[in-house]
C-alpha cells in the first residue's frame, strides 16, 4: 500500500493529509441530486424553489429535509423525513449512470498517491452504488471511504472529517478538507482543519470564502494544478 | 389597460419600470434548463461540468453553445450549435409541465399593477411552451414580453431591455432590470439602467453584485417585501 507508506516525498511534518468531499468535489452529481430532491419533494406534495435545495446539498439528508421543511414552513416528521431520503434514492437512479469524475479528479487523486501524500474520503451519501464512479476516479481500495453510516451526525458536523483522519492515522489539525459546499467547510472549521473550496458544486468563490474557505480553486484539475499553494511539494 | 395608464398612486416621475427576466427571476427553471443542457452536450458526445452550464445559463443559446465550446477547447460549427439549441429544447419539454412560478412572482406582479408601475418581461429564451407558465404567473395580455426572436443579439447584449422599455415606451434610464443572472446585470448596464438581482436562478450574492446589482433579493417574495427600497411608494 503506497499510499500509507510515509515517503520521503512530499510527507514531511508541513504536508497535509487530503479529506475529499464527493459530490460537487470529486464526481459531478450536485445538480442531479437537486433534481431528483425537487421531484421527491414534489411526489409528496412539497413545492420549494430549486435553488434553497442546491444551497442544502451535501448536508446529511436527514438535516436536509428538516431545513426545506422549515423554509416550507412546515414541520416534518421522522416517518415523512425518511419517506422523502427513500424517494430521493429512488429518483437519483435514474441520473446514477450518467455521473462523471469532475475534471481533473482522477489525476488529482493519481498524483497525491504517486506522491505519497495521505488522503481520504468523507461523504454525507451513503455508499450505495457508487462502485462505479469510483472505478471512473480510479479509486484505490485501500482509499478509506467514510459515508453517512459510519457516523452519528453526517456535514455541517465534524464528524465523517473527523473518522476520514482517523482512518488515516493523522491528527486533524495536519489534515484539510476539500469540498464544494459551504457545509464541507463549516464542518472543517469545527473539526479544526482548513477548508478548500471548489466551485464545481456551483457555489459561487465569496459563498465558500465567507464559510471559511482559505483557498478556492474551480475544479479537482485547478486544485492540481495550485497543489504547492496548499503544502504539497512536487517531485523535482 | 390599467396596466399603461400613468396615474397618481406609484407613478410619479421618479418611479421606475420593470423590466423582469423570466428563467430564474419570475419562474423556477433555471436548474432543469441546466440539466436539460447537459443530456443535449452528452448526446452529442460533449462533456462538460454541470456548474459551468449553470453559470452559462441566461445568455443567448448561441452564445452559450459557443461558450461551451470555449470552455471544451472545441469550434462548435453553426450546424452543431443549432442542433445542440433544437436538442435542448427537446430535452426541456420533458421538464417544461412541472416549472413553476417562483415564490412571490405573481404577486409581485399583482401588486405592480395595482399601483400602476409599468413592467415588461425581457427573455433570451424563445417563447415556445410558455402560455402554461404565463398563466400560472397571472400575466396580463397587455404586459409586454420581449422573446429572443424579436431583437438581433439576446443578453448580455443590451437589446432585449431596450426593446423592454421601449415597448411600454418609457425611458431606459427609468428602467430597473431585475434578474438572477451575471448576464442580466451586464446587460443592464450596457443598456444604461439600475440593476436588482434576485439569488432564485443560483447564482451566489456576490457574483451578482459583482455583475452591478445595486440590490439583491432572494427571489420575487422578497424584492416585492422590499419594493419601497427601490423606488416603489406602496398605497397608503
Not at 35 to 46: K, P, V
Not at 67 to 76: C, D, H, Q, S, V
Not at 80 to 88: N, P
Not at 92 to 121: C, D, H, M, Q, T
Request: with cysteine; aromatic share 6%.
Amino acid at each position: 500500500m503506497p499510499q500509507r507508506k510515509r515517503a520521503s516525498i512530499g510527507d514531511s511534518s508541513h504536508t497535509p493529509a487530503f479529506l475529499f468531499d464527493l459530490d460537487g468535489t470529486l464526481i459531478d452529481s450536485v445538480y442531479q441530486h437537486v433534481i431528483a430532491w425537487r421531484e421527491a419533494l414534489e411526489e409528496t406534495g412539497l413545492s420549494l424553489a430549486v435553488w434553497r435545495i442546491h444551497r442544502r446539498i451535501g448536508m446529511s439528508g436527514g438535516l436536509l429535509v428538516q431545513a426545506l421543511g422549515r423554509e416550507i414552513g412546515r414541520k416534518i416528521t421522522k416517518k415523512q423525513a425518511q419517506e422523502l431520503q427513500d424517494r430521493h434514492a429512488e429518483v437519483f437512479k435514474r441520473y446514477r449512470g450518467k455521473i462523471e469524475p469532475l475534471p481533473g479528479a482522477p489525476e488529482l487523486l493519481a498524483y497525491l498517491s504517486k506522491v505519497n501524500v495521505l488522503y481520504a474520503i468523507a461523504t454525507s451519501g451513503t455508499p450505495e452504488g457508487t462502485d462505479k464512479v469510483f472505478q471512473a476516479l480510479g479509486l484505490r481500495p485501500e482509499i478509506p471511504v467514510i459515508t453517512r453510516r459510519q457516523v452519528e451526525r453526517a456535514k455541517p458536523d465534524p464528524d465523517l472529517f473527523l473518522a476520514a483522519a482517523a482512518s488515516l492515522n493523522v491528527s486533524i489539525a495536519k489534515a484539510v478538507v476539500v469540498g464544494d459546499s459551504v457545509w464541507d467547510l463549516l464542518a472543517a472549521r469545527r473539526a479544526g482543519c482548513l477548508g478548500i473550496g471548489l466551485l464545481s458544486g456551483g457555489y459561487g468563490r465569496e459563498e465558500l470564502q465567507e464559510a471559511g474557505a482559505y483557498r478556492v480553486y474551480q475544479d479537482p484539475a485547478d486544485l492540481l494544478l495550485h497543489l504547492d499553494e496548499v503544502g504539497v511539494r512536487g517531485t523535482d
